[in-house]
């Protein structure tokens, strides 16, 4: 069974910064990509950024320059550096793994979201 656990979630003043981290565990051989969503209640999730395994990135357009994703492919682990956070970045926000290939197969997961709140 693979499970996504986040962490690294919380409030901060805007200008602030909080690094969000996603641990995949589980029989794992690989994973294809990896990223980070969020979602605002009543609002559609969406895509803040992703990583290949080779890591190649793609990022929402309102978070480029100001965050900034990596990971450890040792670790199966996400990083989401956020930087020069904004109130408008408050959500729940989501890791979730796509390919990841197992003994049973490959599937995709979603990680149970770590709220980040932005406000003085």
């Known amino acids: 069974q693979v499970q996504l656990v986040e962490s690294g979630g919380g409030l901060v003043q805007p200008g602030g910064s909080l690094r969000l981290s996603c641990a995949a565990s589980?029989?794992?051989?690989?994973?294809?990509?990896m990223g980070w969503y969020r979602q605002a209640p009543g609002k559609k999730r969406e895509l803040v950024a992703a990583?290949?395994?080779?890591?190649?990135?793609n990022y929402a357009d309102s978070v480029k320059g100001r965050f900034t994703i990596s990971r450890d492919n040792a670790k199966n682990t996400v990083y989401l550096q956020m930087n020069s956070l904004k109130p408008e970045d408050t959500d729940v926000y989501y890791c979730?793994?796509?390919?990841?290939?197992?003994?049973?197969?490959?599937?995709?997961?979603w990680g149970q979201g770590t709220q980040v709140t932005v406000s003085s």
């Open positions: 979730n793994a796509v390919g990841v290939r197992t003994p049973q197969g490959s599937m995709g997961y």
């Open positions: 990583i290949t395994s080779g890591s190649s990135t």
């Open positions: 589980g029989s794992i051989f690989s994973i294809n990509a």
